[in-house]
């Protein structure tokens, strides 16, 4: 089936891995291409509780649709473990969303190895070497990988030097990856704005700050970033090597 033909008839019958899905934006990724027919394979590493009861909900409107899959990404060998464990259960794989992320500030003076390692390795290293592993699998299915960026990939955000300069790289691997997989494998990337303030709590002057520099005036939600995910794989055919910021607008006047 060419890859044309494949856009145009929705994703049932096709296998998508979602890292970090078990929470937030990977939840809301993993319900929309559930929703459009997809076989879902919900990655975790810790969020168990949450991992399982996304998957019992997706079985449960479609039975043997989804199921869970652990592996701590900073280890190489259990990269290669979870992909293969996806197809051994899928018997394919077409789909990859590296959406798993570490997020936290690191004010110069303060930055040491493990934050490097932590920041660079779950926002750049973890998605090249997951996209290596999953390359044959993919390849046979002319399929997808997206990426989920950052918008501070481009603009830096204050104290998280780390973090942004790894959003950056992955940004420049989304390009390169849609260069050299070229023309079986399209790569493509999003850059989220302001779509779910942090966990850890920030301030009501903060967050204002944040909406006065949004030209729609309001955040964003995570179905946003699923529905892009759900056009770049279902119906941008002809897409590849490109990176959509859906951030209300946030990055063109900021």
């Not at 652990?70 to 794989?93: F, H, N």
Request: charged content about 20%; aromatic content about 4%; hydrophobic content about 40%.
């Amino acid at each position: 089936m060419s890859n044309d033909r494949q856009q145009n008839d929705g994703l049932t019958g096709r296998c998508v891995l979602i890292t970090g899905a078990a929470r937030r934006v990977g939840n809301a990724i993993a319900r929309r291409l559930h929703a459009a027919g997809a076989t879902v394979a919900v990655h975790y590493r810790r969020s168990a509780t949450e991992a399982r009861q996304l998957a019992d909900e997706l079985n449960a409107g479609r039975p043997d649709s989804a199921t869970v899959f652990k592996a701590d990404l900073a280890q190489a060998a259990q990269i290669t473990s979870l992909v293969e464990a996806v197809t051994d259960w899928s018997g394919r794989l077409d789909v990859l969303v590296n959406n798993a992320s570490s997020f936290y500030p690191t004010p110069i003076g303060s930055i040491d190895e493990k934050q490097w390692d932590d920041l660079v390795g779950s926002n750049l290293k973890a998605p090249l070497f997951l996209s290596q592993a999953a390359t044959p699998h993919i390849r046979k299915q002319c399929g997808v990988i997206i990426n989920i960026v950052d918008i501070h990939a481009k603009r830096p955000l204050h104290n998280h030097p780390v973090y942004g300069a790894a959003k950056a790289g992955l940004a420049m691997l989304t390009r390169s990856l849609a260069k050299d997989l070229a023309p079986e494998i399209r790569v493509n990337g999003i850059a989220p704005g302001a779509i779910l303030w942090p966990e850890d709590g920030m301030t009501d002057a903060a967050r204002q700050s944040i909406l006065r520099q949004i030209p729609l005036g309001r955040p964003g939600e995570p179905d946003d970033i699923a529905t892009c995910a759900l056009y770049l794989i279902r119906d941008a055919s002809y897409v590849t090597g490109q990176i959509i910021a859906v951030d209300g607008g946030r990055s063109i006047g900021w």
